[in-house]
């Protein structure tokens, strides 16, 4: 069961979808087309939907389509390879070439004071490559997209910025912060506020940061995590203009995060009412990024309004971030069973409250006391909110709390213990990365205790999920850097001793991991196998990916963090 105790019905049964859509361009639905032909052309092995649908156009639309429709076509509408590959090479740019790269402003070979606390050789060594890999990942915008948008995907970007690496060939929202943290921990202050002015930029344009900088991204975010960024740029640069430049950003972004769509009420047993947050896509269509394999898992579904219902569900799931896995299913064995809009995430509302006490930090930098206690107060009311509807005294952890289905947005439920989802996973642990729970040591020991027990710690890590479902990516036995690192800085920052020991020896087992690999493949990768110290991982609708910007984040700022003694050995033994 997807939550303990708690059978509801079919989430599709006499479903309507009447949510709100964000429309697409032309380009981005006609692309859609190129990648279903792509998708009946050639073997799946060899087909990445991604790669057709970041093509941009050598000419203008309405001549590239009346070509396209001139290619003689089989009925399952596949070409043969041969045609299909001399019309995408006649009429398409490359995806990735409205990309250019550009070297970082500030990157320095070996910056001044780099990761002091690293002793041992090998290791620092390893360390300046991965220090490296940023002039791999920097990027800036073409000029073409600037001049000529109706002929690209990609958006155009004011600076320069990081891309996570291999097919993800744009700027992504959350991964940013933790490239942010390992281009502090490389001394890149520039580049790292570069990133916050490129995702101000979206916000800006859009109402809200997009899931990544593209055309087909505009109908959803990712975990609000803006905040956190320029919070660690501050406290490394005492940039008061930074914070005066993000403040207006900040408060537009937590206006479209409270708006109606993204927030339901939960009355509780202390007849207390909470307003908390959950994730929800403005989209009921395939994902145009993944259009065609969308399409066959909704083939299921024979009614419109359940086939939209689902296809907000996949968008929804893609905006938590955690895209895909068996914490967003009804049924865990059914992929189509997904319900992410009808669960209130506990990291979301985490990422909420960081956001919450952030605002009111900058707001007390500006001058703005009004603003600095409004937000104060509201951090105090949603830690209560975490008390009474997310905290399950029994297990020690935050879980997330499933909504009665087809319940709007405007009708307070009533909180039932049945209703909170007892499955482990390692978003139940996230809230002790916010600092009104890690400095509450009892709490942070309770909770320390329960994810020793848990049996999400491995040789290598931290454990997604306890749930090894084979198609999902964030699942077990995968491990990924930003819960690693979110997690471990919890611990770290608490004054408890056997929490800090915790998290040191989850750390040195990350470095290890992640080391381990470089030395097999030469490549830092986006999941790693906690099972299997030096193995990637595996599993999701697209292959292992490398680069990887969050992963080399996570390492350079454990190894700023914990650093690593000269005699101590880096090998997985």
Known sequence: MAAANHSPSSPYSCAKDSGPVIPTTSLVTFLERVQETA????????????DFIDLSLKFDLSTTV???????????????????EEFIGKWFKGAGEDLVYVEPMDFETEPYGFLPKVENPEVRAWALE??????????EVSSSVHDHPELHTLLPLPVPGMIPGSRFREVYYWDSYWVIRGLLAS?????????VTNLISLLDTYGYVLNGARAYYTNRSQPPLLSAMVYEIYNRTGDVDLAKKALPALLKEYQFWNSEIHTMIIHDAENCNHSLNRYYAMWNKPRPEASAIDKRFASKFLNVNEKQKFYRELASTAESGWDFSTRWMRNPSEFTSLSTTTILPVDLNAFMLRMELDIAFFAKIVGDDAIAEDFLTASHTRKKAFNCVFWNENMGQWVDYWLNYGAEPKEPQTWEAQNQNQNVFASNFVPLWIDLFNSDTPLVEKVTRSLQSSGLLCAAGIATSLTNSGHQCRDFPNGWAPIQHMIVEGLWRSASTEARKVARDIAERWIRANYVAYKKTGTMHEKYNVEKCGEYGAGGIYRPQTGFGWSNGVVLAFLEEFGWPKDQNIDCN
């Open 39 to 50: 998708f009946q052309t050639y073997e799946r092995s060899k087909f990445d939907h991604k």
């Open 130 to 139: 991965v220090h490296g890999l940023w002039k791999k990942l920097s990027r």
């Open 187 to 195: 001394k890149m202050h520039e580049t790292a506020k570069a990133i």
């Open 66 to 84: 009346k070509s396209f429709d001139e290619i003689s076509k089989t009925e399952n509408g596949s070409v043969s390879t041969k045609d299909f």
